[in-house]
């Protein structure tokens, strides 16, 4: 019963090697055109460009008189009142010497270039429409109060890049542009494998030495939140050739295979047996939680082999999967990455980077949940925030600086 | 052609009325049992309590040898080898004067009391089951990485609160401790209606002094990443009889109605006139954008009438409903609120409470995208943090702190 030895690596040249595996299922076949609400959450696959400016055309920024500039150039000029301009109107030319009751929204009619409040006119009210009425108003200078034609954006100008995250905002100004339809990747298809003889479904009476698997929940709902087309296959037992044969079953219809569990340095460890007249590397990873890692492709399908523990694979997707699919699709969006302040002092192996969960406070500060155990899944539902500790760090004090993600 | 006197109110004072508002939508009929996966995203509505210990049983942290800590205390002590202990077994005694090569996760036998890594045997690798053989041992406390019986939660803790936002994490735990369900509370159906005689929708012709809606877009994608049930009327033009005919069509089908446009003080606001002989009042919270604001219930159901710039929509979504919503029934998720320093100096009406755009870089600081105009909805689309700036401040200079919802 000999221990492997395997090759280690940090963080980021990992990190590299998954997108490298990746990279390759960006072809334009994976591209389609859905309706905006159906993009939700996915990720842009193409640039667009603003076919029309925004605003369209200048319009009031306030309820008030559109008038010219220099017809109030003294201050305290009367005006006589003309038709009032609602909101979606073409009005007509303003004649010099007049002033249009204008809606906020309201198009600037032609020959205005400014809008007096209607809070600084006096009388500070509209007369109705076809009563003869005069309005007085102080000066204002031209493009008072207005919205320029394209000041948001202007016609042909770039809109939103390729690998942009498709969320409220960014559909609402696909929206306001007047498109209907917008180029996405189609959803990875994800085959996912949890392995285990100690593992037993949720449900299920639990013998000894048995866990729940909660590593199919928490990697699944992970990938479904991140747009990820899941199958699962059920729990593999530690049979090699049980788990080898379900791969192979299941391998043509996924875009990648992701498997938890088997694949450290010990005496039993199925996904390794399974894999190894494939082609996937089993190395060490400069982290912890989720140090152990397997990366190749089996009968040609990319494979992730994650650790077994779920922190371990919960952190194995947030550090690897998600921020590369985020970098190659578009999708996921990244974390929010922010700075705090630890709420109090921490312990790390110096050789490696580590991922401690926390939450973080409104007053800036993070505190830790649980200790650095990769089993801890009690304490990783009650927190909100990774705590990042680089390689090279071996303690830091309360007080001291460092990078949350928020989760 | 009059201009309506309001009422105005806090951000606060707001907050609290929607939340007024909607408490009594949360009612024990709408609460529902899903099974895990489709209640990602939603809010727990009962207390969970754990029905099992975690970790069910003591088990090793690492590949190692399980040891009586006694017979080692001396140090570099020579034990008897006997069977492994693979994961998911349920082990026999461990004789004193012995050690069981143990994997990580693996049940602690009976006996045993500490596991010594296998980087620190000699020899430092497993014997062949079988095998005869001895190993060389240091000495290791009680308790030296095993992972004790409930130590991440005991059975009969409370492991999730209600009202509990049901991420991977929180499905991960339920799933460790063996559920397959849970209870939560059935999704509000919002009926979504956007006003105004300017607006179009995305996809028609463009005619002079229209724009395209984005509110639909915006709010209904906020709606559905908020787990909401959204049903969409179409655009009301500004005939308040129109609107009146298609909500009194709508509402018997609705929890909640959200209008957008036509709750200011102008002289063409069709969504007051509609509501006129409803409970609805309107009035100006001291916000900026988003200051005119409808509430109250449209034969009997309650109402949001949101204004009718983009930014102003998404804003009132941001600081009202989606709030209120995350507190009564647990989803969706709080913004991460964060502290960020100004990376450019800004001004706010001193007694407003200013909300702006804009993108947290990971160094810290947040920069301002677009200026306050609520009709930037390009500017919108390219920000990632909302900026909070309290009511009571007219200005605040580069490197200012302030707090900002990452979006």
Redesign the interface.
């Known amino acids: 019963?000999?221990?492997t030895q395997t090759r280690s690596v940090s963080v980021e040249a990992h990190r590299e090697s998954v997108r490298r595996l990746l990279a390759p299922l960006r072809t334009p076949d994976r591209i389609e055109r859905l309706p905006?609400?159906a993009a939700?959450?996915q990720g842009l696959a193409a640039d667009v460009v603003?076919p029309?400016d925004?605003?369209?055309?200048a319009n009031s920024?306030m309820?008030g008189f559109a008038i010219r500039s220099v017809d109030v150039a003294g201050g305290g000029t009367e005006l006589r009142v003309v038709a009032?301009i609602?909101?979606?109107?073409?009005?007509d030319n303003l004649a010099p010497g007049t002033a249009a009751?204008i809606?906020?929204?309201?198009?600037m009619p032609p020959g205005a270039d400014a809008v007096v409040p209607?809070e600084q006119a006096v009388p500070?009210?509209?007369?109705?429409?076809g009563e003869l009425a005069t309005v007085t108003l102080p000066s204002a200078p031209t493009g008072n109060f207005v919205?320029a034609a394209g000041s948001?954006?202007r016609a042909g100008e770039p809109?939103?890049a390729v690998g942009t995250f498709l969320?409220?905002?960014?559909?609402?100004?696909?929206?306001?542009?007047?498109?209907?339809e917008v180029a996405v990747y189609r959803a990875l298809r994800i085959l996912l494998v949890t392995t285990?003889?100690?593992?037993v479904e949720?449900?299920?009476p639990?013998?000894?030495?048995?866990?729940?698997?909660?590593?199919?929940?928490?990697?699944?709902?992970?990938m479904?939140?991140a747009g990820l087309d899941v199958t699962r296959t059920g729990i593999s037992t530690?049979r090699p050739e049980e788990l080898a044969g379900l791969l192979r079953r299941h391998a043509p219809d996924a875009d990648l295979i992701v498997t938890t569990g088997g694949v450290?340095?010990?005496?039993?460890e199925v996904v390794r047996q399974a894999m190894e007249s494939q082609d996937v590397e089993f190395l060490g990873v400069a982290m912890q939680p989720g140090g152990p890692q397997g990366i190749g492709t089996f009968d040609g399908v990319p494979v992730l082999g994650f650790p077994?523990?779920?922190v371990s694979c919960?952190i194995s997707f947030e550090m690897f999967l998600r921020p590369v699919l985020g970098e190659l699709f578009g999708s996921p969006a990244p974390r929010?990455?922010?700075?705090?302040r630890l709420a109090e002092a921490l312990t790390s192996p110096r050789g490696k980077h580590q991922v401690r969960r926390g939450t973080?406070e409104?007053?800036?500060t993070v505190r830790l949940e649980?200790g650095a155990?990769s089993?801890?899944?009690?304490?990783?539902?009650h927190?909100?925030a990774l705590i990042h500790v680089p390689e090279g760090i071996a303690a830091l004090a309360e007080g001291a600086e460092v990078?949350v993600w928020?989760?």
């Open positions: 019963m000999h221990r905006l609400l939700l959450g603003a029309v925004l605003p369209p055309f920024q309820d009032p609602p909101a979606g109107a073409a009005p009751p809606m906020t929204g309201a198009m209607i500070d009210s509209f007369p109705y429409p919205r948001d954006i809109a939103l969320g409220p905002g960014q559909l609402g100004l696909l929206a306001a542009l007047g498109l209907t285990g003889d100690e593992v949720p449900g299920s639990l013998g000894p030495g048995k866990i729940y698997d909660s590593n199919a929940t928490l990697l699944e709902s992970s479904r939140q530690d450290s340095k010990g005496a039993y077994g523990n779920p919960l929010p990455a922010v700075r705090a973080l409104p007053n800036g649980g155990g089993h801890l899944v009690s304490a990783l539902a927190s909100n990078e928020m989760l």
